[in-house]
């Protein structure tokens, strides 16, 4: 995996960056990221899946349990533990933005 060639846009920059041309305040841009945001996290919760149109796609997966025993990793037999089933988040770039970089 290559390494970053920068720093991230921090929240601020981004509501700077949005702002000059949708002719808004930083501060209202500011309050809409936060409610996108609010949003976002209440539809993955319930749907399972929230789109941002033309960015990305986030959807939760749910990850089967592992059954406790021994497992051979790297030639040694190693005993794990059991896991119980969990929910992760996983976010899928739209097309334009994986051809992009």
Known sequence: MKA???AAMTKGALAEALAGPAELKKTQ???ILDSLAA???EQVKKAGKFVIPGVCMVKTRVKPA???GKREMFGKVVVVKAKP???VVKAFPVAAIKQAV
């Open 29 to 31: 841009v500011s309050k």
């Open 39 to 41: 949003i976002a996290g």
């Open 4 to 6: 970053m060639k920068g």
């Open 66 to 68: 592992t059954k406790a």
């Open 85 to 87: 089933a969990k929910t």
